[in-house]
């Protein structure tokens, strides 16, 4: 190891010593781990389990402060578990692609394509009751309506849109 000396301001310094790190006693350790952890999210971590740790310990205070809301209120929020489940993943993800080819950029798009539809079911899950399991229970369907409208017309054998484009193209008009 090399050994560095450098100043923080007084209130950096009490607010490290006094922050918890897990595997960090003395604020050298902590130091040593987020320059560790500033590595890794610029250039990358190959290991998924390592970032989705690294992800899922910067969100721990949210967490934290929303489990205590729920426990203060007796509320819980699916809806919010959810986002805090996939979101670190998500971000894991493209931070563990080691993209060098066509073939890992087709598989790292097809990763996260499929994670998102996994968190867009399960918010959608939510929008089946007539308020979601959520601290505000309209959340879902205030926003659901454009994503419900895109479902229908790709369920569609031809999109509406693309029979206009394609009926206007063969008519010779050029929209360009």
Request: net charge neutral.
């Given at each position: 190891?090399?050994?560095?000396?450098?100043?923080?301001p007084d209130d950096?310094?009490?607010?490290?010593s006094t922050?918890?790190?897990?595997g960090?006693?003395?604020?050298?350790?902590?130091?040593?781990?987020?320059?560790?952890?500033?590595?890794?999210?610029?250039?990358?971590?190959s290991?998924?389990?390592?970032?989705?740790?690294?992800?899922?310990?910067?969100?721990?205070?949210?967490?934290?402060?929303i489990?205590?809301?729920?426990?203060?209120?007796?509320?819980?929020?699916d809806?919010?578990?959810?986002?805090?489940?996939?979101?670190?993943?998500?971000?894991?993800?493209?931070?563990?692609?080691?993209?060098?080819?066509?073939e890992?950029?087709r598989?790292?798009?097809?990763?996260?394509?499929?994670?998102?539809?996994?968190?867009?079911?399960t918010?959608?899950?939510?929008?089946?009751?007539?308020?979601?399991?959520?601290f505000?229970?309209d959340?879902?369907?205030?926003?659901?309506?454009?994503?419900?409208?895109?479902?229908?017309?790709?369920?569609?054998?031809?999109p509406?849109?693309?029979?206009?484009?394609?009926?206007?193209?063969a008519?010779?008009?050029?929209?360009?």
């Open positions: 190891m090399v050994p560095i000396s450098g100043r923080l950096l310094y009490a607010w490290l922050y918890p790190v897990e960090a006693a003395t604020v050298s350790d902590k130091v040593r781990v987020a320059v560790t952890h500033l590595k890794r999210t610029y250039e990358g971590d290991n998924y389990l390592g970032a989705l740790n690294m992800y899922r310990d910067l969100g721990r205070t949210t967490r934290q402060q489990a205590a809301v729920e426990q203060a209120e007796y509320a819980h929020s809806v919010l578990a959810a986002l805090m489940e996939h979101l670190p993943a998500l971000i894991a993800t493209l931070n563990a692609a080691q993209v060098n080819s066509i890992s950029a598989a790292l798009e097809s990763q996260l394509v499929r994670r998102t539809m996994q968190l867009t079911e918010l959608l899950r939510q929008g089946i009751t007539q308020r979601a399991a959520a505000d229970g959340v879902i369907h205030q926003n659901v309506a454009r994503v419900c409208e895109l479902a229908r017309l790709i369920s569609q054998p031809t509406p849109a693309i029979t206009a484009i394609t009926a206007t193209t008519q010779g008009v050029d929209h360009g």
